[in-house]
């Protein structure tokens, strides 16, 4: 595998400048900045719910996982514009969580909104055995501090979805093994937004990164 370059950009203008940092997951630092008119995004529905959608009809990249993501869908999430964008690809030093800041084996991206919400997705580059993935789900539904999201959808086959505390903050997650992919999602927030608004957003935020990922979609619902 090899590794490529990592953008980060602290963005405090209006966020159409996002839209640049995600058509630029894949440029080298000294390349320029893409046409703001070639990069501006399109406008689209409201993200759908977990519910609409059907993980096993869908195929997610390994790399490049956010380029589809929508600005409207990131707003939605952060409840306002990101403060600051972050990509990273296999093998560079990424801010993988709130508290940790390692090599990542993964392609993703956070965005930093109002309030200290943040909202992140990443996929690991090599793919994963469906043996491997039920190791990951047993892993990712451990923790003193977490419960299961009520009622959630699955999110590939195994899936997890949990929401945890730590510290002032509360996260949720989402996680789960899509084809060979496995993909997580989440959005944290500080614990005095209602668990219930945040885990409603979460799952819209998840159902964004999956329409966002994988072209050729198809809904559950036909």
Partial sequence: MSSRSSRAAALAAPAWALALVLGACNSQPSSPAPDAA?????????????????PTTLAVPHADLCAGLTAAAVEAA????PRRVETWA??????????????AHEDGCRFDGPGRTSAAAWVFTPPVSPERADELARAAGAGSRCRD????AAYGDPSVARTCRSGPLRETRYAGLVGDAWLTCSLSAPRSVDRADLEARADAWCAAVLLGAAPGRTSANG
């Fill in 38 to 54: 070639a990069t501006a995004p399109t406008p689209s529905a409201e993200p759908s719910s977990l519910d609409d959608l059907d």
């Fill in 78 to 81: 952060l409840q306002g514009e």
């Fill in 90 to 103: 296999d093998g560079q030093q990424a801010r993988l969580s709130a508290q940790v800041r390692d090599v």
């Fill in 149 to 152: 999201v009520p009622d959630a």
